[in-house]
Each structure stands twice: as structure tokens, then as C-alpha cells.
């Protein structure tokens, strides 16, 4: 099972099930012939036996109680490696990002173990130092696209060497272990993973010129030193830590050259036509702007904010963060540092705020990420209620719903901005309130409706595709529009009926596809449907508790 | 006992129940026997002895001598210490006061007085020699420290040297496992509120096997990310991605992505293939039970119809009107108009008897004709044996236009006219070679063409222009030549039971109507299977018909309605018969799960008459 692991060896279905099985179809899981003789050629079998031998010595030595064996033998455990496995499995490196997916995703989960119990210790602080470098790897590459936070853990997904990497980390609490999992195997898993991941970090760091294990670059060294140096032993596993406060940027064999970069666009344009160079252009200039995104931001992380996840974020888009001296090391500025541009707190309010700085819930953060531009930092201000977060993993197909908040972001990706002229209006509406209320009420509702009205007519608009064939003919007036619509409806009709004729002289076969298509649409629709009328619903239920609730202001 | 009378056996230690059948118990001293003491107790002096004997609780048998022993005050004290697991001796103290032999209190006294050995005072040898075999290893370097060992794996570039070559087979055959699927908007911690789950939703969710969750959260909203607690089944997820991964059989599956317009056939536009009956023209109402059949006149000038309710009525096409109402007396199985437009007779079938009637109507000349025709018959002078009977109707009967009756011995199913509209055959419903019968209504003389029954027959139809029988059972239709009197051919029709049959003017092409709801259609000169097996309705087919000029045929079912298709046979036999549905004519209610129970088209106009169990009978044009 180890061996099928490690070797990637995966079970298949056979063709015919009945006849591999003897006769009877009973499930069973059936192994290719020839995967099970390649196992059987893997050097790593032996080792595999040397081990076992060793275990067996130990044990034998432990019921002697020979402690002196018990030493040489632990001295000389035999040792395995996976080079060549990995290398076997994953033959060229973009085979091995591609399958990086689920090697992230569980180092990092291993790396948040307790260091107690379930599995080795040096297990989880192979997987904590490789996770902390491949995260300093995506800050220096500034490869990070997407970060999702979903109710089990924070999706990132960054794109390395064309290739997206998506993986999950959970939030940092304990783990309540449950026991109907089986660690080993998770272990074998890991073991794998751990070296795949070592080698894909060797050769990230070695394209962009970085020293592989990585070593923080000499000046932000000379600058923190004398901050912490006092405090902390400088061992490697404050090293280690210092690593992951990820503050710094790293040491790079060769200084960075920018007309190196530049170049680099200009090369891959040349030989195509200047329609495909003007959309490649646009999107690189897109990229290039997003990777630039809190460039020369500042940002101050409050103790309550998970700092890990926003400080890697935040660093991978070019700002730079800071937190309360206390709670990691690696902190490079002050609270109270006048430079700062943004604080972000995840408290109701602020005790003492500071002119010239934004106080903001972490949202912002990850949503300006996903939208590729900064927000608009009203909605996020601490105490605030935070507008929905958004998967930005989902792209919208024909069809599909789509809440109107994406609609919205799309709307200002494109460039118009219909939310801030409402907004200023509110606001203004607002300064005038105070003015005179009186006079105020009618106009009020209309003018705090704007706002929604955007999303209404949005939803409207698809409810009315979706009830175009329903539409009755009552609204129609003068006679003679009612014929017209009547032989379009009669058209229609000609051709539905058409349709289905020809549905019935499909064959059995193609019908019974068709119709199994047919099922699929209309519960998409349904579902969609469903999703659009509940939004609907809650709208309204709100609308109607604001009124309610400034007509009682107003009592 | 006593000691007194030293009563010892002398047996030994052996187990006393090798005595147990002989009357002693073993031999003394001086070799005699000892005899067991007499016990003559039964439990009744056990009994009294046990209440009155105040040493009973005392006293034990003894198993050498077999006498009763009591025991003394000492010896029942011993019995006790033992059973409470005390010492026997009642002096003994096992909790006596310990003396250390070692203290540490120095003694002035050696614990030993023994000289010291020699070899305490000189160095050993051995070590010497010991040591100075390992100090010399040290110095020529053969032992060396042991270095600590670095368990931190050392990285290097992998992919160095990627070379095409080394990618085997093998990763040319392999699936790379599926990713994980990216997480919607109803997994983030601030999801829209249309995605939260409402109570009921929430309570489906919960019953719902966890295999069949669609998702496999509950959406949840937190107000601030500060709220977010941990997702407890995260490490459960992470697993069960791994047995995915090494556990689950991985196959390439080629999805169907096809456009679902793509898989609907291309059909000429029914447009295109006009005429052919679209709306409901006249309703023709009269009966007052379900319609069983129906039939029209050559002409196409006049229709009848008989239903459940006993009567046979004749209509006008044209008007809808009831020109005669014939009451039979029954229950009106089949009609049938004779097809020789000089001949005006239609055969009904009720109950037990065809009854041939002239109606009477049209053309006098024509009418009388025919009456003159049946007249005409001279009965031949001997006698044949005929297996049905025929009888002139009285005379009020005949001013109704009843001409004949043909008496079968059973109840009559169908009846149906050959083309030149002389000879009729008749189903019995019967099951011996007698269900299948001919009449030639002329020389009023019947026969029976078949030996023996194969099966249960359901329809019987002549060929239009060839003598061809087709006889259609259960599952299969029968062609018979008439000539040669042989079997020519026999179609298998793939139904489970075929309701009705009805044959191309141009007399090689059958479609087969069945109770399975499906329409096979025929074509004689390719197979005996069915060309085309058209599933349109979905109730069972009630009836089948094709039209006499058009390429049209239409089918009745229980669903209803009634389905008239384009069915094109082209005189080029390399092409094959294009069907073609054209129109669902639907208006019949459905009354006792039956709907339309006959079709028929006109014999000139691309019109199409049905009629159903709601006592109508409708006309499409």
C-alpha cells in the first residue's frame, strides 16, 4: 500500500467488469498486471525489507533491555529516499506543478500539527519550513492571483511558471484529531509530498536567482538585528521563524537587474498579428498592475488579525506590513508610525485612531485581491456590516446566476462606476437631512432606493428573458399589435410543436441522451431560479425593516 | 472413632472411591477387613439429626474409616484462620520487626573476613592489551568519531537534465487525478444571503445521507473574519482527498458534449409535406357510448359507425348529420363498407353474427343493385357442410336493410372486405383452427382456410391487389397466399401485443399497431423485421390506418390522440420509406382509460376521422 502510494499506482476499472471478476460483480478494486510488476522492480522494496528487519532488531533489544544495542541500532537506522521516485512520477517540472495542488495543501496542514503525538516531529518541521519557503518564494515572484476565505480554511491560488497552484490552509486553532482517520497513510502521503516539494522549491528559488535555503537579504538583516537580536538566540529555529514572520525580502545570488524584466516582456510579442500583441499587451500591462497592486502601501496589522495569511497577501502584492512588536518577530515599524496608510483591525470600533491612516477590516484586503483593484474603503470600516465575500474561483457561465454584488464589481472592473455617484448621493442626501427633515420623506425612499435599483433592474432583466415566452399577451393594447404578437406566438408555436415531432422520431438512444440534457438545463435554471427569488425576498425583507426602522427614528 | 480402638487402615493415600461398590473400606493392622459403619440415614434422620444434635455443624466424616469425627475447639479455630488466610500456628507473627543486615551505620566488624584477591592490586592484561589495540586504531585513523547525523534531506536540481526520452510509456497511459473542486460562493464565510440555507433547507440537508449532500457544509455567515472558528471536519477532507487519490479506480471518460440541438434529426418541415389533416372540423355526436369502429363508403360520401350502446349509425361526411340509426342489439365489434363501389353493403360484426346491411343510401340504382345481386342467389343443390350458418332475415328486418345473416358459433371479433368486395373474412374469438373464417357473401358459402390455430388472432387483412392473407397473432403477422394455399412469410413484429394491422394501397408496406404503445413498420420486400419501430405514443395503439392516395398514416392510442405521419414510399426500391411525424391531432377525452379507439383516413380527401370512448366521432381536415 506504501509502495502504491509513493509510486502514484492507482487502481482501474476494467472494461468488463464481469468477466475479470470471475462472473459475479461484486465490487473490488482491480490493479493493472503490469503496475504491480513495476512495483515489484522498485529498488525501494529492499529498503523497505531493511527496514522492517530493523524494526524487528529494535524490538527484540528493547525486550532485552540492551540499551547498548538499542543505540547502535538507532545510530544506524536505515535511511530511504524519494529522489527518484519523484523524479520517475514527475519527468519534467511542469508535470510536478501541476500536481502541486494537493502537496501544499497538506503541508500546510501538517505544519499547523501539534508538535505531540500522531507524527514525527521532524515530519512537521520538514513541512513548516517548506511551507515557509514556498510562501516566500510566491512574495518574491509576486505570483499570488486569487485568495478566497472560505469557512474551512483560506484558498490561494497563485500562478507559477503558467501553471495555477491552488491550495488550502486551515485556520490556525487547534485541531480536534478525529480518530476514524488513518494517520499512516496520511504520513506516507506526506513523506512523498515533503520531497517533491523540496526539490520544486530548489528549483523555484533557482529561477529567480535566489539562494535555496533561503537566507534573508543582508540589509533588512542588518536592520532587524538590532531589534531582536538581544531577545532571541539567533538558533536556526528562530531562524526559521523569522523566515515565516515574512517581513523580509530574501537574498538573491545575483542582484536584480530591472532591464532584464523588460526585456523579457518585448520577446514573446514579436511574429504575431498586432490584434493578438494589443490583447497580449493589454492583459500583460492587467498583470502587471495587479502584481503592483498595494505598492507603497503601508499596513499595520492589530493583534486580533490573523497575521500570517494578511501579511503574506499584502506582501505579495508590493505593500508593506507591520504588527505589534510583541506578537511575532519581524516586525519592521511602530502603530504609531505616521507613514502608515492602512490599519487593519477586525474590531467594532477604535479606541484611538490616529489622522491620516484608513482603519479596515481584513475583508478588504482579500477582496481587493480578487477584484484586481483597490476598493472603495467605505464599506470596510471597522463595525461595519461587510458586504458578502465572494468565491472568485466561480466564472460565470450562460445561465448560471450571478448575485448581484459580482455584477456590481464587474461594473466597476470595467470602468464605469455606478455604486459612487449613489453613494455620493447618500451621503449628500445625508448632509442635507440634517439640514431640513421634513420635506424629505418621499424623495428619501426614492433616492436610498437608487442604489438598489441597480441590482433590480439587473435582476429583472434576467427574470425577463427567462419569461419572455410567457409574457401575455394582455399587456398589448391596440388589435392590431395582438395579431402581430399572435403569429409570432403562432410561429413559435409552429416551431415547438416542429421540435417536437422531431423529438419523437429520435432514436431511443439519442432521445434518452437528449432528454437527460434537457433535465440538466432546466435544473440549472431551476436552481438559479431559486437563488434569484431568494435574493429577491431578502431584499425586500430588508428594505422593508430600514423603513420601518427610520420611521420609528422619525416617531 | 477413637484413638482408643486404633482402627487404622492401612490403604494408603488412594482415592477412597475405588472402595466405594465392596462392603469394607480397606483392612487394619492386622489385615482385616474394616467394614463401613451401617448408614441407614435417610435424609428424614439427616434431617432430625442436623436440627437436634448441637455438634452436627461440627462434625465430619471421616473418609479413611468412614466414621463421623467431631472436631475439638482448637482444630475448628484452625479451619477458620485458614479460611481467612491466616497463618495455622496462632503464635506466629509475620509482622515481626526487620533487621537491615546492611545499614549504613559502619560497623567495626567486617561483614566478611576474607583477604583481597591478587588481582586487585595488579593492572589486567587483557585491558592493557584491549586498549592499546584501540589506541593503535586511533592513531593509524581506522576508527573515526561517530559522526552526529543530519537527518535534514539535502535538495538539488531535480529536473537538471530533462531530457523527452526518459518520459516512459507509462505516463502516456497515466491519469492524472482529477483537482479539487474550487470552492463556490456558499463556502465563503460572508456569503450573499441568497445562499444560506433556509430552515426547511437546512432540515433536508440534515436527513439527507451524507453520501447524497450536495454540498457538504452548511453555508454559515460570520460578521467579522475575527468569528471565524476552525472547520472541524478540515483534516477528514484532507484524507479522504488521499484515499481518493491512491484508492479510487481512475478512468478517462469521454464526456458527452454534444449540442442537444445537434441530436435532434433533421426533418423535412411538415410544411413541406402538406396536405395533411391540422385542425378539428366537424364533431359528429350521436352515440351515447365509446365507438368502436368505424368505416366509410367508397365514396367517401358517407361514414358509419358502430359503438358499445347498440346501435349502428350512418352519417353524412359532409354535415355531421345522422342520416339512419340502425339498432343491432349488441355490442358492435366491427364495420366494415365494402369496398366495390358498385356494391353497397357493409358488414357489422355483433356478437355472434356478421350481419351484412344495405344502408340504403346514395345512389338508388347502386342499392338496388345490390339487392338484386343478393337475390340473385340460386341455392346449389346438394347440400355442403359449412361452418357457419347463413340466414335470410325476417321481413321486418330486411325493411331495415339487413340482407344477410352469417350465425357463427362464437362471438365475432373483426370483419373485414377483400378489395373486389365479394369475399369477406371474419375473426372468431376462439381458440381452435376455426377463428379465422371466408365468406363469399355472392354464393352466401363460407371456409375455413386453416388447418390448424397458431395462436390467438388479433387482425386478419386481405392484400389489395395480389392474393395475399396477412393474419396477424400475438407477436408475429402471417402472410398467407391464397393461391397456393402456403405460408409465404411470417413477420415478427418485436411487440408484445399487436392490436391492429393496416396495409400500404401500394400493398408492400404494413404497419402494425400494438398494445405496447410502439408502430412497426414493414416493408415486405426487405425483411421480415420491422424497418422502423416508432415509439411515439404512450399509451397503447388502438388503431392503425394508412390513406388510399397520400402518403399518410395516422395511429390512435389510449393517450388521446391521434399521431398522422408522413410515410413516403418511393417506387425506386434502393430507397427506403421516409417517415416523417406531422402532426399530434389531439381532442378526444379520455373516458375509462381508453381514448381513441378507431381511425380512418377519407378515401380522396387528406382527411382523417377517429373515434373515441367519449361517443364522438371527430373529423380533421
Known amino acids: 500500500r506504501r509502495l502504491c502510494i509513493l509510486k502514484g499506482i492507482y487502481p482501474h476499472e476494467p472494461k468488463h467488469k464481469k468477466k475479470v471478476n470471475k462472473g459475479s460483480t461484486a465490487p473490488r478494486t482491480f490493479y493493472l498486471l503490469k503496475d504491480i510488476k513495476f512495483l515489484l522492480h522498485e529498488p525501494i522494496v529492499n529498503k523497505f525489507r531493511e527496514y522492517k528487519v530493523f524494526v524487528r532488531k529494535l524490538r527484540k533489544a528493547y525486550g532485552k533491555s540492551e540499551w547498548g544495542t538499542v543505540e547502535r541500532l538507532k545510530d544506524n537506522k536505515p535511511t530511504y529516499r524519494l529522489d527518484h521516485i519523484v523524479k520517475e512520477r514527475y519527468p519534467t517540472f511542469t508535470d510536478a506543478l501541476r500536481d502541486l495542488d494537493d502537496a501544499l495543501s497538506m503541508c500546510f496542514l501538517f505544519s499547523t500539527f501539534p508538535r505531540t503525538g500522531k507524527c514525527h516531529v521532524q515530519t512537521i518541521q520538514l513541512c513548516r519550513r517548506l511551507a515557509v519557503e514556498f510562501l516566500n518564494y510566491v512574495i ?22 503558467g501553471q495555477p497552484i491552488t491550495w488550502v490552509t486551515p485556520y490556525a486553532f487547534a485541531h480536534d484529531h478525529p480518530t476514524d482517520v488513518d494517520y499512516r497513510v496520511m504520513a506516507t502521503f506526506t513523506e512523498f509530498y515533503t520531497t517533491l516539494l523540496g526539490f520544486v522549491n530548489f528549483r523555484l528559488y533557482q529561477s529567480l536567482n535566489l539562494v535555496y535555503p533561503p537566507k534573508i537579504d543582508g540589509q533588512a538583516d542588518v536592520e532587524l538585528k538590532p531589534a531582536e537580536g538581544k531577545e532571541y538566540a539567533m538558533d536556526s529555529e528562530s531562524y526559521l521563524e523569522k523566515l515565516s514572520a515574512l517581513s523580509a525580502s530574501l537574498a538573491r545570488v545575483v542582484a536584480p537587474t530591472h532591464e532584464d524584466e523588460v526585456e523579457m516582456d518585448e520577446f514573446p510579442v514579436e511574429g504575431e498579428t498586432a490584434e493578438q500583441m494589443d490583447a497580449r499587451k493589454k492583459e500583460q500591462e492587467a498583470l502587471e498592475k495587479h502584481k503592483k497592486l498595494f505598492e507603497g502601501l503601508r499596513f499595520f496589522l492589530n493583534r486580533e488579525v490573523p497575521r500570517e495569511p494578511l501579511a503574506f497577501v499584502i506582501r505579495c502584492f508590493g505593500g508593506q506590513v507591520s504588527w505589534d512588536k510583541s506578537l511575532c518577530i519581524g516586525a519592521t515599524y511602530d502603530a504609531s508610525d505616521r507613514s502608515i496608510t492602512h490599519h487593519i483591525i477586525d474590531r467594532p470600533r477604535v479606541e484611538r485612531q490616529v489622522v491620516g491612516r484608513y482603519y479596515l477590516q481584513p475583508q478588504w484586503v482579500f477582496d481587493s485581491v480578487n477584484a484586481k483593484m483597490c476598493l472603495p474603503v467605505a464599506d470596510y470600516f471597522p463595525g ?47 448632509g442635507e437631512e440634517e439640514e431640513d427633515d421634513n420635506d424629505k420623506e418621499e424623495e428619501e425612499e426614492e433616492e436610498e432606493d437608487e442604489s438598489e435599483k441597480e441590482e433590480e433592474i439587473k435582476l429583472k432583466k434576467m427574470e425577463e428573458q427567462k419569461t419572455q415566452s410567457n409574457k401575455a399577451p394582455p399587456v398589448k393594447v391596440t388589435p392590431g399589435k395582438l395579431r402581430l404578437e399572435d403569429k409570432q406566438r403562432l410561429e413559435q408555436e409552429q416551431q415547438s410543436e416542429e421540435k417536437r415531432l422531431a423529438i419523437m422520431m429520435m432514436k431511443k438512444r439519442e432521445k434518452y441522451l437528449y432528454k437527460k440534457i434537457m433535465f440538466g438545463k432546466k435544473r440549472k435554471v431551476r436552481e438559479a431560479n431559486k437563488l434569484a427569488a431568494k435574493r ?20 | 472413632s477413637s484413638p482408643l480402638q486404633d482402627i487404622r487402615n492401612t490403604v494408603g493415600n488412594i482415592p477412597m472411591e475405588w472402595y466405594q461398590d465392596f462392603p469394607h473400606i480397606g483392612y487394619n493392622l492386622d489385615g482385616k477387613k474394616i467394614y463401613k459403619p451401617i448408614r441407614s440415614k435417610d435424609e428424614l434422620d439427616m434431617f432430625l439429626e442436623k436440627m437436634e444434635n448441637p455438634d452436627y455443624w461440627r462434625t465430619v466424616q471421616d473418609k479413611m474409616t468412614g466414621a463421623d469425627i467431631k472436631l475439638t475447639d482448637e482444630q475448628v479455630d484452625l479451619v477458620r484462620r485458614l479460611q481467612r488466610g491466616q497463618f495455622g500456628d496462632v503464635h506466629f507473627n509475620p509482622y515481626e520487626p526487620a533487621v537491615d543486615f546492611f545499614s549504613h551505620e559502619v560497623m567495626i566488624h567486617p561483614v566478611t573476613n576474607r583477604p583481597a584477591d591478587k588481582r586487585s592490586f595488579i593492572p589486567s592484561l587483557i585491558e592493557k592489551e584491549k586498549v592499546s589495540k584501540l589506541v593503535h586504531a586511533i592513531k593509524m585513523g581506522w576508527i573515526k568519531p561517530r559522526k552526529p547525523r543530519d537527518d535534514t534531506p539535502t535538495y538539488y536540481d531535480l529536473w537538471a537534465h530533462e531530457d523527452p526520452n526518459s518520459i516512459l510509456g507509462r505516463h502516456k497511459m497515466h491519469v492524472p487525478a482529477p483537482k479539487m473542486k474550487l470552492p463556490g460562493h456558499e463556502e465563503s464565510y460572508n456569503p450573499p444571503p441568497e445562499y444560506l440555507l433556509s430552515e426547511e433547507e437546512k432540515l433536508a440537508w440534515e436527513q439527507q445521507d451524507p453520501a447524497e449532500r450536495k454540498l457538504s457544509f452548511v453555508p454559515q455567515r460570520f460578521g467579522c473574519l475575527r468569528a471565524v472558528p476552525a472547520y472541524p471536519r478540515f483534516i477528514h477532507e484532507r484524507f479522504e482527498r488521499c484515499l481518493d487519490l491512491y484508492l479510487c479506480p481512475r478512468q478517462r471518460k469521454m464526456r458527452v458534449n454534444v449540442d442537444p440541438e445537434d441530436l435532434i434529426p433533421k426533418l423535412p418541415k411538415p410544411r413541406d409535406l402538406q396536405p395533411f389533416p391540422t385542425t378539428l372540423a366537424l364533431i359528429y355526436r350521436g352515440h351515447s357510448s365509446l365507438v368502436r369502429c368505424l368505416s366509410i363508403s367508397p365514396s367517401g360520401q358517407w361514414l358509419v359507425s358502430g359503438s358499445d350502446d347498440g346501435t349502428v349509425r350512418f352519417w353524412e361526411v359532409c354535415t355531421a348529420r345522422c342520416m339512419k340509426t340502425l339498432p343491432v342489439g349488441g355490442v358492435v365489434k366491427s364495420i366494415a363498407w ?3 363501389p358498385t356494391i353497397c353493403l357493409v358488414a357489422i360484426c355483433v356478437e355472434q353474427s356478421v350481419l351484412l346491411v344495405n344502408p340504403c343510401l346514395g345512389d338508388k340504382l347502386l342499392y338496388t343493385a345490390t339487392d338484386q345481386l343478393l337475390e340473385s342467389y340460386v341455392a346449389p343443390e346438394e347440400e355442403r357442410l359449412q361452418p357457419v350458418q347463413w340466414l335470410v332475415p ?25 378489395g ?18 371466408i365468406h363469399q357473401s355472392s354464393k352466401r358459402w363460407s371456409q375455413n382456410p386453416f388447418r390448424r390455430s397458431r395462436g390467438l388472432v388479433q387482425a386478419v387483412l386481405f392484400h389489395p391487389t395480389r392474393p395475399y392473407f396477412f393474419v396477424a397473432t400475438q407477436r408475429c403477422v402471417r402472410v398467407y397466399n391464397l393461391l397456393k394455399q402456403e405460408l ?32 412497426a413498420w414493414f416493408d415486405l420486400d426487405l425483411s421480415t423485421r420491422p424497418y422502423q419501430l416508432l415509439r411515439h405514443h404512450k399509451r397503447a395503439l388502438r388503431s392503425v390506418a394508412f390513406h388510399r392516395h397520400y402518403p399518410l398514416f395516422a395511429s390512435a392510442s389510449d393517450d388521446g390522440t391521434v399521431i398522422v405521419c408522413h410515410g413516403m414510399v418511393y417506387n425506386d426500391l434502393l430507397q427506403n420509406p421516409l417517415l416523417v411525424p406531422v402532426k399530434v391531432l389531439k381532442g378526444h377525452a379520455i373516458t375509462l382509460d381508453l381514448g381513441v379507439l378507431d381511425v380512418l383516413f377519407h378515401p380522396t380527401q387528406p382527411w382523417v376521422f377517429s373515434s373515441g370512448a367519449d361517443g364522438t366521432v371527430r373529423l380533421y381536415t
Not at chain 1, 474551512?152 to 507559477?160: F, L
Request: net charge neutral; hydrophobic share 30%; aromatic share 6%.
Open chain 2, 420 to 437: 373486389k368486395g365479394d369475399y369477406l373474412a371474419s375473426v372468431v374469438s376462439d381458440n381452435s383452427n376455426l377463428q379465422v373464417l
Open chain 1, 536 to 555: 429577491k425576498a431578502h431584499d425586500s425583507a430588508v428594505r422593508e425593516e430600514k423603513k420601518k426602522s427610520k420611521k420609528a427614528r422619525r416617531a
Open chain 1, 140 to 161: 518574491a515572484s509576486r505570483s499570488l492571483r486569487k485568495v478566497f476565505l472560505s469557512i474551512k480554511g483560506i484558498y490561494y491560488q497563485a500562478e507559477v511558471l
Open chain 1, 384 to 430: 461595519v456590516l461587510l458586504p458578502p465575500h465572494l468565491s472568485p474561483f466561480v466564472t460565470e457561465q450562460e445561465g448560471d446566476y450571478i448575485p448581484p454584488e459580482k455584477l456590481k464589481l464587474l461594473a466597476m472592473q470595467r470602468g464605469e462606476n455606478p455604486d459612487e455617484e449613489s453613494e455620493e448621493e447618500e451621503e449628500e442626501e445625508e
Open chain 2, 488 to 519: 409465404t412469410k411470417k413477420l415478427m413484429t418485436n411487440c408484445k401485443w399487436v392490436s391492429s394491422m393496416a396495409i400500404h394501397p401500394g400493398g408492400d408496406n404494413i404497419i402494425c399497431g400494438s398494445y405496447d404503445s410502439k408502430l
Open chain 2, 394 to 418: 325476417s321481413a321486418e328486418e330486411q325493411s331495415r336493410g339487413i340482407r344477410l345473416v352469417i350465425q357463427h358459433s362464437k362471438a365475432v371479433k373483426q370483419v373485414t372486405w377483400h
Open chain 2, 338 to 340: 365494402n369496398p366495390n
